[in-house]
């Protein structure tokens, strides 16, 4: 089965970042937006799984 791909990231945050994006504290709109940023992997992607062969 093939699925469209989405052009939608996952929210990658730190542990102590958690409570923020939750609404677990009083963040303004701004600090929780600030959580959000892009992930910096210097390239070491790894799969997680090999790719299934083609039918």
Same mark, same amino acid.
């Given at each position: 089965?093939?699925?469209?791909?989405?052009?939608?990231?996952?929210?990658?945050? /730190?542990?102590?970042?958690?409570? &923020?994006? #939750?609404?677990?504290?009083? +963040?303004?709109?701004?600090?929780?937006?600030?959580?959000?940023?892009?992930? /910096?992997?210097?390239?070491?992607? &790894?799969? #997680?799984?090999?790719?299934? +062969?083609?039918?």
């Amino acid at each position: 089965m093939r699925r469209k791909i989405t052009d939608r990231m996952p929210a990658i945050l /730190q542990p102590e970042e958690w409570a &923020t994006w #939750l609404g677990e504290t009083d +963040a303004s709109s701004t600090e929780v937006k600030s959580v959000l940023r892009t992930f /910096q992997d210097n390239g070491n992607r &790894t799969p #997680l799984s090999p790719r299934p +062969a083609e039918r």
